[in-house]
Nanobody, 125 residues
Framework: QVQVVESGGGSVQPGGSLRLSCAAK????????MGWYRQPPGKQRELVAV???????NYAPAVKGRFTISRDNGENTIHLLMNSLKPEDTAVYYC???????????????????WGQGTQVTVSS
């Protein structure tokens, strides 16, 4: 069973930066796609970014150009560098391992993946 462990997050002023990390442990094989979702207060969960084991990436329009998802070579470990943060980026951020192609946002579905516990990101002055 895959265990997903996140780190990072916290509070930052608008315009600041934060870096999230996520490790998927317990898989003997390379996980094809991993990514980050977020759930703002009172809103639905939304997909933020996805990266495949080949390095292909997808971003939600709201974060494209500000966020960068990366993956350690040969590892099931990903990072999300968040720059130029805005108050509307405030949310609980969840890492997910083993996204599949589907009908969710950006053409993925989390229905068969393993989730992390979530980490709070707060952007406020």
């Amino acid at each position: 069973q895959v265990q997903v462990v996140e780190s990072g997050g916290g509070s930052v002023q608008p315009g600041g930066s934060l870096r999230l990390s996520c490790a998927a442990k317990g898989s003997r094989f390379s996980i094809y796609a991993m990514g980050w979702y977020r759930q703002p207060p009172g809103k639905q969960r939304e997909l933020v970014a996805v990266i495949t084991d080949g390095g292909s990436t997808n971003y939600a329009p709201a974060v494209k150009g500000r966020f960068t998802i990366s993956r350690d070579n040969g590892e099931n470990t990903i990072h999300l560098l968040m720059n130029s943060l805005k108050p509307e980026d405030t949310a609980v951020y969840y890492c997910i391992a083993d996204l599949k192609w589907g009908s969710d946002a950006l053409g993925w579905t989390p229905d068969f993946g393993s989730w992390g516990q979530g980490t709070q990101v707060t952007v406020s002055s």
